[in-house]
T-cell receptor, first 115, second 111 residues
Framework: GAGVSQSPSNKVTEKGKDVELRCDPI?????LYWYRQSLGQGLEFLIY????????KSGLPSDRFSAERTGGSVSTLTIQRTQQEDSAVYLCASSLVTLGNSPLHFGNGTRLTVT | QKEVEQNSGPLSVPEGAIASLNCTYS??????FFWYRQYSGKSPELIMS????GDKEDGRFTAQLNKASQYVSLLIRDSQPSDSATYLCAVKDFGNEKLTFGTGTRLTIIP
């Protein structure tokens, strides 16, 4: 595809339910990133993948959050037992190589609302 | 813990003037620096990257990097109303693939 694709674009869920967010990176991009942006705030790093491996999971807020990537392509971010503070826009980004100077290309995000 | 600091603004600049956006970072080993623009309700988009000390120009945009002072800035010449957005500074270290973002500066160009 032409860009990073995320689904769903919007998700409303009840507190305590599990949600799964999907990201399709740009074809050929080896690095994939998940960020979270709360209303009026900056981007909070969650996790990044190099291929199917996640060398840095330091940003995951709690053990309710997990992510995986398969086939060096699609990634899913799963939030278990959602809480209201999980409400945010979840942004996925990909980059071609990870040599320190490759820009990130962002998807349009998934807006998650936990009621 | 790496920190990237930006003045949150809002920064108001008259149309046609120069907008100056500033960013400081705490980690001396930082190698790559990026400026992203984010319109309200949209995702960030890359507008400039800079890796070496000095200035880098691209159209109306100039990025300036001073590693000794741990300072990176973005100048927008001949500001247009369409430049009104939040500008995010981002920093990446060599060998550490995490891109750390500042909280952004909200810029408003006044017609």
């Amino acid at each position: 595809g032409a860009g990073v694709s995320q689904s769903p674009s919007n998700k409303v869920t009840e507190k305590g339910k599990d949600v799964e967010l999907r990201c399709d990176p740009i074809s050929g991009h080896t690095a994939l990133y998940w960020y979270r942006q709360s209303l009026g705030q900056g981007l909070e790093f969650l996790i990044y993948f190099q291929g199917n491996s996640a060398p840095d999971k330091s940003g995951l807020p709690s053990d309710r959050f997990s992510a995986e990537r398969t086939g060096g392509s699609v990634s899913t971010l799963t939030i278990q037992r959602t809480q209201q503070e999980d409400s945010a826009v979840y942004l996925c980004a990909s980059s071609l190589v990870t040599l320190g100077n490759s820009p990130l290309h962002f998807g349009n995000g998934t807006r998650l609302t936990v009621t | 813990q790496k920190e990237v600091e930006q003045n949150s603004g809002p920064l108001s600049v008259p149309e046609g003037a120069i907008a100056s956006l500033n960013c400081t970072y705490s980690d001396r080993v930082s190698q790559s620096f990026f400026w992203y623009r984010q319109y309200s309700g949209k995702s960030p988009e890359l507008i400039m990257s800079i890796y070496s000390n000095g200035d880098k120009e691209d159209g109306r945009f100039t990025a300036q990097l001073n590693k000794a002072s741990q300072y990176v800035s973005l100048l927008i010449r001949d500001s247009q109303p369409s430049d009104s957005a939040t500008y995010l500074c981002a920093v990446k270290d060599f060998g550490n693939e995490k891109l750390t973002f500042g909280t952004g500066t909200r810029l408003t160009i006044i017609p």
